[in-house]
Each structure stands twice: as structure tokens, then as C-alpha cells.
């Protein structure tokens, strides 16, 4: 279990040789991990907080204002590289976390601007500030500070001993550990008060400070010309309650401090500041404004914002750039059915990227949470893909899938806002029926009761491990589940009960004798943004949003299940697969691009995917409706020549062809 520590610190990029041996990662400072991310050491530069020397194991997701750009696709020295060049001209202010393992991990981490002076031994101690109430701007949920209406206000909060506000992620829990001053910061000025001879919290965590008043004394920084705040002082904009001051003139100023004889002044009135906002190609970092010189080539700007085109722009980026091509209403299609689809199957014949595509589509998300299983043909049922009960030592087994653990993870409320992604690969190695018979109920249940049970309720609370694995795990909607199977003679094929449930989308193959089939763009090098559960959410649509050709689509449905009833009862359109079919086309994309999909396209895909996939049988039941001669047309095709003014059905045409020639030849369809 990790324990988090919510204290503010500084540090730096760390250097190999800073590393110890046997430290997470071996001797680099900067190395790719096994996720084939980078993960780098910070070597600590705060002081009097005694862990002065030691190092912490960061990752680029907990870095809040990233401006670095990973060119995932170089070699892994050239991207240690670029990294190393980066962060050496900043440094990182973060707090850290102990995991399980005892290893002292980066939980949240802010870049800054470091300032010339400072080398790799310099060291900096965290002070309180404070502002007043024109400068309560905050990323918190509440106020950070009292609202103060004056400097002569706040001083006299000091003096009377009362509770002058809040400071997060700072330590006054020991004797040694409280500022021996503070500084206010507003508009007007910056000033470091003290000395200060001792500190408490109130009970809602506000500072209270003890003073002498006859020698509170205030030291107005920059007071020369040549001392320059920006060359000693760093913070971060998350959070304006603490300074990070150069241990150097730290000393200096409670030295000062304690021989000045300034009294308080009364402030100035109020000094309107204006403030500019910064141009596209101009960035502002900390209190420089940085132009940025767009490149002058012809490479295609990656968007910055989410949206739904978006996806489909980072989608191309990140399959070129492993040299995977795909018809792009394919991966339309794809992304529609995950919206509002409970599991999707990717079929296709070997080596048309189904694994590949899965893999591309988490990274046009930014979805970190990715778990890839390898089904195997020895399950039977679900405990090879959940676990089991050992009642022998009264604990729960997951199975070494994983899977359950990241069910469990993706549950926990502080993940609810995340995106998970969980892929059965070559899922009909076994039979689905079998080991995700669970999910097959559960999948279909409205979110919300989707709860997945891994034992009975007489052991809840009896298992060592229980509070680890429940008893139940209510699934939500930041799961989404996929599949990948190939069709050969290794494998099985899917019951109604899976087809049912699921979209099976058959990859196109691009014609690569055409040179125009594989069209490279080339992109300028940018950062993903990472979706969350919320955003994704916002994309689909309910219900109660009209559908185009809605009536002409429920005419055509019901003639096809009286074909398909006719001939066998258990074959037909039931209101389920109406339903998925309906809220399918309300959540098509609107896009102006080649991954575009019009309600006709996507009809058809519905067809080919909810309905098609579920007829198969002898020829003495089906060629009622697919055999054709002189005399009697294929009834299925014939349905479809009548629907032709919402749809010219040309991917239902070519199944309906392939099952038809499948019973001439074999007196069998599949």
C-alpha cells in the first residue's frame, strides 16, 4: 500500500552517477521503461526537510503543465536525449509517494523555469506566502487564502496570533520544520516578514504564527536594482502558497530579518496590472513570454484541443508511424461501435492489424490503462480469466490475466474518471461462451447495475484479501471491452449468445499494389491528450435525438426479421439488436474527412455486423432466402433493391454473395 507524502519540493533532473546501484531502473538517470515510456530521477534540491540527498522515480503522466513532446517513434537514446536537453534548463517542484515496494515515486509534478544561477548543488527552502483577496486565483476548489484587504490587515492578523490562511503541501509537523518567516506577494509588492519563532495548523489547516511583535520586522524584496527575485525565488503556478527560496539568500534575509529596523509601511492604493494574453506562437513561461517559430515546412499541425476529429487525426499519426494503414471507415466504424457497444470483435484474416489497431486506438486517447490478454485454448471457465476461492488458506486467486485486478482498479472512485481498455486477443482460442460467460449478462445490464460477482456472499469478509477483491465489483462505463479473433480451423465459432451482444467488424485489406492506397501525412510532433471517462462521455448521444430515416430503417428491419423468422425461429431482428442498431447511427461522427460515415454507410455496417453475422446453417434451411436461379431471385438481396433510397447495402451485398456461394459449394454457410 503506498503512503503519500503532501510535501511541496524541488529538485532536478538526476545524472547517472547519482544513481545507486540497485536503485528501480539500474544506474541511468533517464531510461525507457517496459511500457515503452520514459521514466526519469529527480535528485532534490530542497533543504532542511531531511531527504536533502535522495532520489524519486518520476514519470511523464505526473508532469500537470508538460510541454515536452516525445517523439515515441525515435530511438530510445535519441528520446533519452531530448528529454535530457529539455528538463536540464528547468526544474521540477512535486510531491511524492512510497509504494509497497518502498520505492519514493513522483505523485504530481509542475515544471518551472530554473534560473541561471542555479547549479546542480544549489538548495532551496520552502517558505509560506501569501497575498491578498484581488490574488486568490486558485486551481482548488476553495480559497487558498484569507481575504485581506490590506498588507496592514494581514500584519495585524500576525500580531494578534490569529489564523492568517491556508498553505498546502508544507511541513510545520516538527519543531524544526516552520518557516522562520513568510512573504506576502500582491501587486504592490513582495516583502519577507519575520522573524518567526513558531507555527502551528488550526484545525482546518490554516497557518497560525507565533511572533514578537516588537521584533516582527518586513524586508521589501528587490529592494536593489541588481537583486532580481527571478534569479533566487522559484514557484508553481498549482500552487502560490509556498516559495521556493535559494538557501543562500535565505540565510541572507533572516539575517536581515533579525538586524532591521523597518518599520511596516502602509501600502500604496491598488495598482491596476493589465494583463496580455499571449498569441498563438507565443508561450508564456513563468514571468518571460517565450515566441515560439512555427515551422515553415508543409507538416500537418496536430489538434490541441479534444474533440471527435481529433481522435481520428492522432488516430492517423500514431498507425502511420508504425507503418499501419487502414481503411478509414473502418476505424469510424470501430470508434462508433465503442461508443455504443458493450464489447466489439475485431475479425479478419491473420496480419491485418486487429492487435495493432486496438493498441493505435487507446494512443488517439491517450488511454494509459491498456491490458491485452492472450486467450488460451485450455479455458473452460471464468476463474481461468477472473480466479477462484482458495478456501484452503481463505484467500481470493486472481488468475494471472490481470484482468481482474484492473476491473478492480478501474472501480476504485479516484479511477472512475479514467479510460480502461481491456482486449481479449484471439478471443475464440476458447469458448467465449465458457470463461466470459459472466460478462455476456453483465455487458448488457444499464450502467450502474452492472456488477460482477467473484464469489459467494458467505466468504465476504472471511478472505484474508477481501478488501483487495470484493465480494462483487460494479463495472462502469470507463471499461470498454474488445476482442480479436481469426476465423480458421484453431478456433471456434461464436454462439447467438456472443453475436448478440456484440459488433463483429470484419478490417478491410487496402489494395497495396495502389501507391495511392497508402497516403502518409506528415504531422509536426505533438502530445497526445489524454481523455477521460467524462469527455468521452460527452460524445454520445441519447435517445432522444432524432434519427434520420428512422421510420424507413424500422420498416426495413422488421421485413428482414419476417425473412429471416420464416425460415427458422431462433434467426431474426430482435428489439435489442433495433436498439443497438438505432443508437449506432444517432452517434456516428460528424466529420468532414475521408473517415467520414453517412447514415446509409452506416446501416449497412449495422447489417453486415448485428445481423448477417448470426445466419448460418445447411442449405435445406437457407435457401429460402439465398439461393437464386431464373425463377427465384436471392429473397435477402431482393429486400435490400427496395430499401435502395437510404442505402445501396454494397458491404451486406458482398456477404449475402459470400454466403450464397458458400451453399453452392460446401451445401453450407458459415
Known sequence: MATYYNIEMIGRVAQDSEIPQGEY???????????????????TLSSRNGVSEETFIGYISSIRNLEFVDDEYGTDEDRIQAF?????????VFTYKVDAMGYKKVETADIVRRPQKVDKDSRFVAVPCFSGKSDCDSVYDFPLFKSYDSFQEFWQAIIDGKSVGRIFNFDIN??????????????????????????????????ILQVNAEELREIVLDDDESDDTSEYIVQSESNPTILHIAESKYLSLINRLSQSQIAPVEPIGPQVVEETTPSKGVSKTDDTVSVTELPADDSRELPT???????????????????????????TNFHTAIKTGSLVILSGMSGTGKSALVDAYAKALGIKNVLIIPVRPSWNDDSDLLGYVDLIHMVYRPSDTGFINKIVEA???????????????????????????????????????????????QYAGQLYNSSKYPQSILIGDNVKFIGTVNIDESTYHFSDKVLDRANVITLDVLDYSKPD?????KYMKANTPEWTNEDFSKLIKKDDVQLEHQVRIRELLWQMHKLLHGINANLGVGPRIV???????????????DYALSIGEGLDYQISQRILTKIRGPEEQL??????????????????????DISNFERSRKIIEQKENELNTYGYCL
Request: include cysteine; charge should be neutral.
Open 25 to 43: 531502473g539500474g544506474r541511468r538517470a533517464i531510461f525507457i521503461n517496459k511500457s515503452k515510456d520514459i521514466q526519469y530521477n529527480i535528485k
Open 84 to 92: 535530457a536537453d529539455f528538463y536540464m534548463q528547468r526544474l521540477f
Open 174 to 207: 516538527t519543531s524544526t520544520s516552520f518557516p522562520e518567516f513568510i512573504v506576502w506577494h500582491d501587486n504592490q509588492k513582495m516583502c519577507a516578514i519575520g522573524p518567526i519563532q513558531a507555527a502551528t495548523k488550526s484545525g482546518m489547516g490554516s497557518l
Open 305 to 331: 484541443e479534444k474533440t471527435e476529429e481529433s481522435i481520428f487525426e492522432f488516430f492517423r499519426y500514431h498507425s502511420q508511424m508504425n507503418k499501419l494503414f487502414y481503411n478509414p471507415q473502418d476505424i
Open 411 to 457: 472501480s476504485r472512485e479516484q479511477n472512475k474518471d479514467k479510460l480502461y481498455l481491456i482486449c481479449l486477443d484471439e478471443m475464440n482460442l476458447a469458448r467465449v461462451e465458457h470463461y466470459f460467460s459472466q460478462f455476456l449478462s453483465i455487458l448488457e445490464k444499464p450502467v450502474g447495475s452492472r456488477e460482477l460477482v467473484l464469489y459467494d456472499e
Open 517 to 521: 492506397s497508402w497516403k502518409i501525412i
Open 579 to 593: 436498439k443497438s442498431i438505432e443508437s449506432y447511427l444517432r452517434n456516428l461522427p460528424e466529420l468532414q474527412t
Open 623 to 644: 435457401k429460402g432466402i439465398f439461393l437464386s436461379d431464373t425463377q427465384r431471385p436471392n429473397a435477402l438481396a431482393t429486400l435490400l433493391d427496395s430499401f435502395s
